[in-house]
């Protein structure tokens, strides 16, 4: 496994960001993130200038981060800026002040640069997708189309990050909405009528995680969380509660920390901007333009391998012969994933983290698996297909795991049933084999209305204890199947 370290430093409007990520073939994992909100576009609207303080925090932080990246030896570097640089009178200025501190060239983005970026930044973190794209930093919004992954047009850019519409903040709530539906409404982008939206940007990530405070939603995971139309009303009302009430405004200030003076009118766009594309659901991407600046890069390769497959050993660290195991766990079950129509993406995750508590304490495994699989930075999952990984993973340790009741409400009967019988699964192979993948290659399920049958080569006679003959029976009761052993 050849891990390869590369970086984005990302000067944005309201905050300045490094983030170093290990990449393997077709995924990347943040290995260092660090944010200062400096504040580069705070005031740019009336003066035409960058914020002399924030353009003196955002000098240091960039000094700062080339010591970091230059002690860590990481040499595969992408400094960025948006908005605020592009379009302030100083920007030119400010440019060569920054490329002096970094040492290396500093790449100001168009608002279509911007919109491409991160819709690129969700195809890495959603795969082929299709939908609207929206990014809110801290001056603009860049809307993008995507359709089965690919970045479609132009796209659009419109200044309505809340450093550009600061003067709106006196202005009654229905006024100030009024004002952002009405430039959305100049959008062709937004009346084509896009089938689904994707939002990008630390905002809107505050937004959602705010509603899940609100809602007391237990998988706090921003990346694919969904949120409908009343779901933002509700932060909003609660925004505007807190100005005039001190338990809420505390109450949401831990929750939205620095962002929270923003939470307000980034909820009010995300509402706006719902409303006019008569969008009811809108889902949450933490992949966005620093990863598209990746994948623009190249340094993504994703052509070898697969995302899951190479996040699995990025973030899991597991032994060759554990990924072997895991290839031969994806052909084993595949009679069951076909029968059943089992999600291909999350069973085949469910394989290759199979042997992922190997080394844990047997007395804590399934749920200390059930944990880490659940909150693990895996791309391309939804929350329900966290959940199914999750409880597949604590089951193939235990025929009984017990999902934690604040979670046990986020998944139907059938969805626990299902993720139950495929980990029930994974323990039947993995005591069959040993874990031994050449063992594994060498047996496979037969699936029928009224049978599941158990092949195994003649040589492997021996590996078919009582243990192996229990866990089978336990697989086919919960197929409501009988359980027969063929020797071949």
Not at 141 to 156: F, K, N, P
Not at 192 to 204: I, S
Not at 293 to 299: C, D, K, L, P, Q
Not at 398 to 424: C, E, S, V, W
């Amino acid at each position: 496994m050849e891990v390869q370290r590369a970086a984005v430093i990302d000067i944005g409007s309201n905050s300045c960001r490094l983030v170093i990520y290990d990449v393997l073939n077709g995924a990347m994992l943040q290995s260092f993130n660090e944010k200062t909100l400096a504040g580069l576009g705070r005031g740019l609207s009336e003066s035409g200038v960058l914020s002399p303080e924030g353009r003196v925090m955002a000098l240091d932080v960039c000094r700062r981060y080339a010591a970091i990246l230059d002690g860590l030896g990481v040499t595969d570097i992408y400094p960025v800026a948006t908005a605020a640089v592009r379009v302030a009178e100083d920007g030119p200025s400010f440019r060569e002040e920054v490329e002096a501190a970094l040492g290396r060239p500093l790449r100001v983005l168009s608002g279509p640069d911007e919109g491409h970026l991160s819709a690129l930044g969700v195809v890495s973190g959603f795969g082929e997708v299709s939908g609207l794209v929206a990014d809110l930093g801290g001056s603009s919004m860049e809307l993008q189309v995507l359709e089965a992954g690919a970045v479609i047009g132009q796209g659009e850019t419109h200044l309505l990050g809340p450093l550009a519409r600061a003067s709106d903040a006196d202005l009654p709530l229905d006024k100030r909405s009024k004002v952002i539906r009405h430039v959305l409404r100049t959008s062709g982008i937004c009346n084509d009528k896009p089938t689904a939206l994707y939002a990008v940007g630390g905002g809107w990530r505050n937004v959602a995680a705010v509603h899940m405070e609100l809602s007391e939603y237990p998988l706090r995971v921003q990346h694919g969380y969904r949120l409908t139309q009343s779901g933002v009303r509700e932060v909003i009302d609660a925004a505007d509660y807190a100005r005039i009430d001190k338990t809420t405004r505390t109450r949401l200030q831990r929750v939205a920390k620095r962002r929270y003076d923003t939470l307000l009118h980034t909820a009010l766009v995300l509402e706006a901007l719902m409303r006019v594309t008569k969008i009811r659901e809108v889902t949450i991407s933490a992949f966005g333009l620093r990863e598209g600046v990746m994948t623009e890069a190249r340094v993504l390769q994703a052509e070898v391998g697969t995302p899951l497959r190479d996040s699995v050993e990025l973030f899991a660290r597991p032994s060759m012969a554990a990924m072997a195991y895991g290839e031969e766990l994806l052909r084993f079950t595949a009679p069951l994933v076909k029968a059943l129509n089992l999600s291909e993406r999350a069973t085949g995750l469910a394989c290759y983290l199979a042997d992922t508590g190997t080394r844990m304490h047997p007395d804590h495994r399934p749920n200390l698996v059930y944990e880490q699989v659940l909150r693990a930075p895996y791309p391309l999952l939804d929350h329900h297909e966290r959940l199914f990984v999750a409880h597949a993973c604590a089951s193939r340790y235990t025929f009984n795991h017990r999902i934690p009741a604040n979670l046990k409400a986020l998944q139907d009967d059938r969805g626990q049933k299902q993720a139950r019988l495929f980990g029930t699964a994974l323990r039947l192979a993995g005591v069959f084999s040993g874990r031994s993948a050449s063992i594994l290659s060498r047996a496979s399920l037969e699936f029928s209305n009224k049978t599941l049958k158990l092949k195994v080569h003649e040589a492997d006679r021996d590996m078919v204890s009582e243990t192996v003959k229990r866990r089978l029976n336990q697989l086919s009761g919960l197929l409501d199947r009988r359980a027969e052993i063929a020797f071949i």
